[in-house]
């Protein structure tokens, strides 16, 4: 009976133990499924990952652009990729100037050149970022030419248009937006930014006198055209006082007082009063305070140190033409503008009579000569530096990009010479007259001096004229 009971027991125990290694089996079974499961979908989702990864969007890229060049209104294409397909992720800009967007696409972007983008730089911005390192050489198509100030031949003050001038000279502008003008009536004119002509220093009366506004005496000449005069950043002018042969300074106040000369004609480096010149021309300063004239009758070019007022010569003292250093260097009728490049040298604008250049020379500030463009042969002809023919250049100036505008005085002209060395005809007719308009139209009669300002309008003394007349350009 203990027998049968205990195999009982034992049969009862084996049947418990199977039923938990039955049970322990399954839930192995269930648990393995689970993790063949777990590792179906981690590939499924790694699969997708990857496949995700394989048509990401490449990043935004601008690969090229065409055209490179062209006036105002010419469509520009960019091509690249990722460009969206919406013009509101897309902003261009040429020379700060907002330019037109004419159509985006994924790998394309077309949009329109503004007016007045001289610089040519293009500023592309896609989804906030900013592109950057493309230029477009802007081609100017446009040229007009107005009356800025003046009427008949005369000597009153007043608004603009009723003012009269007496074959005015040479031009500069202050730190204020003030325009000075010197003319035949022996005085130095101020032009406000509101329009308003007076009466900075100077009167009718010439002679030879320092004092305070109308009191001082000055001898300008007319003709071929004279007593140049530029400015300092503190506002200060010096003037080129031809018929007396000395250099005047007159503060902005109106007060004039004698730095170089003293009335006497001659040929005399030295110190103030001690220097000699034989009809003056043209001035300009350097940023280092000194200043430089052209020394018309000597054919020399020379330098007036500030404060000390020391008078040298760098350049020239022979007629005729030369390249060359210092004395060696030779010149024919200093008549012409003398101004500074943006190189620290000097460009100087010849007349070309006697025998001299009919062109442009550079002087370096060490006396080195060399011609810039012209011949001895008096002419029009547009081109290459090397091939252009000129009349009689009085007028020099340069903007900001280093593009360079000359008055071609006899030919009653005015040409320009791009920063790549090819000389085109701005505005003017040959013959000359008054006439304003678009610039294959205008007339100017026997212009003188030039300036441009930072907006990159263009004065004009237009002394045959007896007005100031404007230059804009697009």
Known sequence: MRRYNTQMNRNREFGNFHQKWKNKKQALKHKTSSIIVVVLVCFSVFASCSSNDDTTEPDTAITSYSPNHGPKGTIVTLIGVSFGTTTGNVNVSVDEI???????????????????????????????IEYTDFEFEYEISDVQVS???????????????????????????????????????????????????????????????????????????????????????????????????????????GNVTTI?????????????????????????????????????????????????????????????????????????SLLGQLVFNNDNALYVAEFGTGGGLHGLRKVTLDGVVTTVTGSTENGYVDGALEDAKFGTLSGVALDKLGNIYVVDRHNHLIRRISKSGIVTTLAGVVGGGFQDGSGDVAKFLYPSHIIVDDNY??????????????????
């Open 98 to 128: 907002n330019a037109e967007i004419i159509s985006v696409t994924n790998t394309e972007i077309r949009f329109k050149i503004p007016p007045r983008a001289f610089k040519g730089e293009i500023l592309v911005t896609i989804d906030g």
């Open 147 to 253: 009356t800025f100030a003046g009427s008949t031949m005369g000597n009153s003050n007043g608004a603009l248009a009723i003012a009269k001038f007496n074959e005015p000279h040479s031009i500069v502008f202050d730190s204020q937006g003030n325009m000075f003008v010197t003319d035949f009536s022996n005085r130095i004119r101020k032009i406000t930014p509101l329009g308003q002509v007076s009466t900075l220093a100077g009167n009718q009366q010439g002679g030879f006198a320092d004092g305070d506004g109308t009191d001082a005496r000055f001898r300008f000449l007319g003709g071929f055209g004279s007593s140049g005069i530029t400015i300092d950043k503190d506002d200060v002018i010096y003037v080129a006082d031809t018929g007396n042969g000395a250099i005047r300074r007159v503060a902005p106040s």
């Open 260 to 332: 170089a000369g003293n009335g006497i004609v001659g040929d005399v480096d030295g110190i103030g009063a001690d220097a000699r010149f034989n009809f003056l021309n043209s001035i300009t300063i350097d940023n280092q305070h000194n200043l430089y004239v052209t020394d018309s009758e000597n054919e020399k070019i020379k330098r007036i140190e500030l404060p000390s007022n020391m008078v040298t010569t760098i350049a020239g003292g022979t007629s005729g033409y030369q390249d060359g250093v210092g004395a060696n260097a030779k010149f024919s």
């Open 457 to 474: 309008n263009i004065y004009v003394a237009d002394g045959g004229n007896h007005r100031i007349r404007k230059i804009t350009q697009e």
